[in-house]
């Protein structure tokens, strides 16, 4: 479509008739030499001078008609249009499409976020000005390139080449090294692709904003709070008996408030870390430590079982694997009533290792699952109270397992119990030779 709402060319030549589309270099030749042989034919029949007159007269109009077209042929389309309705239908269809698609383009071109188009080679086809900021691509020189190739940036690259399920976010712009963006790949048509980018370098700010309140609040806290604590340890009831209940409450919610503020410390600190230790975890002593814990907490209210337990290792964190199995241990007796069972497990699967607490406690809806590792999530807030919860525990569990590439997997069905399991890959694991072979080369 030309800048003046023209129809181009082509689509003009495409709705003409089969004699309107034959290649004009090759349409006069051709014609000629049908009047010659109209002309050898009549020549054959009639005398030779009026054979001469009907080539030079056929030639005569095959010259005019061609001249004719080629220089009127807007006036040739518009008598055809006013001759033809459905041509003029088509026309006006043809401009509303190519219009549309101007504005598209432009829309997409002058876009916020990045959008690269990919055909099915994953070769650049287009790409909007966004891109070139936030991807460092470069015109003309990227298109038609495969974008591995122009992606400068090596976390973009690995999550392209395993298949960009998921989508990446707070990576750092390869076009601009201070500025985060998140990236989705999008297929469309016949696998074709769109590579979507935006700028989340804000809410990156704010994220950072609201962990550094967070840990400066809970740090504050912590010294009155110990002051507080101090003192209404100091004060025996037996000396004021009127208010006995009232300390041990003060003790109570002193002793909690402390427990949220260690929790959200702990919290603060596994979410700036990117990594963890890669220690030895024997978990022969830890499990042996997890049960006591459980039992001191359930004070001989549950049967308590240490089951299936293999000579397996973690390479991790040691302090924070002992809080997170912790957590899941102090949850199942805290959540099971009196008589129930707490079955801890630590076993081999196919693809690695899982360990697992099993309790035939109260039970969750299925409803509440995907939410239960959010801070402060709980199904009762009463009962979460009342056995000493922070609402944090679950949250802690959640990102230590990330540290450690592991997952939780919740099952649990309302009025028969829950199990929460942590499960490690193989790489995670520490059998008895590579632990050998750890101590001997660590
Ligand atoms: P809380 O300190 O409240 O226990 P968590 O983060 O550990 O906080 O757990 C979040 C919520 O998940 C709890 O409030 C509780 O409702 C539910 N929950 C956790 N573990 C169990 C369990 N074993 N059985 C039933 N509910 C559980």
Redesign the pocket.
């Known amino acids: 479509m030309s800048r003046h709402g023209k129809v181009p060319w082509p689509i003009r030549l495409s709705v003409m008739p089969m004699s309107y589309r034959f290649d004009s270099s090759l349409r006069l030749p051709a014609l000629l030499m049908a009047a010659l042989a109209v002309g050898g034919v009549a020549g054959a029949f009639v005398d030779a001078p009026l054979a001469g007159v009907t080539v030079v007269a056929l030639a005569e109009i095959v010259v005019l008609l061609s001249r004719i077209r080629h220089r009127n042929r807007p006036m040739m389309a518009t008598a055809r249009a006013e001759a033809d309705p459905q041509y003029d239908r088509l026309m006006t269809r043809t401009r509303r499409i190519a219009s549309q698609l101007r504005d598209l383009r432009s829309a997409a071109g002058t876009l916020p976020d990045a959008v690269v188009l990919l055909d099915q080679a994953r070769h650049v086809r287009w790409f909007n000005h966004a891109a070139e900021e936030l991807l460092g691509l470069r015109r003309p020189t990227d298109r038609s390139r495969d974008l591995l190739d122009v992606l400068r940036n090596s976390e973009l690259a690995d999550w392209l080449t395993e298949g960009a399920r998921e989508p990446l976010n707070d990576v750092t712009a390869p076009g601009r090294p201070n500025r985060h963006i998140s990236v989705t790949l999008l297929p469309f048509g016949s696998r074709q692709r769109l590579l979507l980018a935006r700028d989340t370098s804000h809410l990156t700010r704010l994220e950072q904003i609201r962990r550094d309140f967070v840990a400066n609040v809970s740090h504050e806290l912590r010294t009155p709070l110990t002051v507080i604590h101090g003192y209404l340890e100091l004060l025996d009831p037996e000396d004021i008996p009127e208010l006995a209940s009232v300390i041990d409450e003060m003790r109570i919610q002193s002793k909690r408030m402390g427990q949220i503020v260690e929790d959200l410390l702990t919290l603060s600190r596994l979410e700036t870390q990117d990594h963890v230790a890669e220690e030895q975890v024997q978990m022969t002593p830890l499990l042996a430590t997890l049960r006591k814990e459980a039992e001191a907490l359930s004070q001989g209210r549950h049967k308590i079982a240490l089951e299936g337990s293999i000579a397996t290792d973690i390479l991790g964190s040691p302090k924070d694997l002992h809080s997170a199995f912790s957590?899941l241990v102090s949850?199942?007796v805290?959540?099971?009533p009196t008589g129930g069972r707490i079955d801890i497990r630590w076993e081999r699967t196919a693809h690695g290792a899982t360990f697992s607490?099993k309790?035939s406690?109260?039970?969750?809806p299925a409803s509440?699952i995907a939410r239960?590792?959010e801070r402060f999530?709980?199904?009762?807030s009463s009962?979460?109270r009342d056995?000493g919860?922070?609402?944090?525990?679950?949250?802690i569990v959640k990102h230590v397992l990330n540290l450690h590439q592991a997952r939780l997997e919740i099952d649990?069905e309302p009025g028969q119990g829950?199990t929460?399991a942590c499960v490690f890959g193989t790489e995670r694991l520490l059998d008895p030779e590579r632990a050998h072979d750890l101590h001997l080369h660590g």
């Open positions: 957590n949850n199942a805290r959540y099971t607490v309790d406690g109260f039970g969750i509440h239960l590792t999530y709980r199904v009762s009962r979460s056995s919860g922070t609402g944090l525990g679950l949250s649990s829950s929460f």
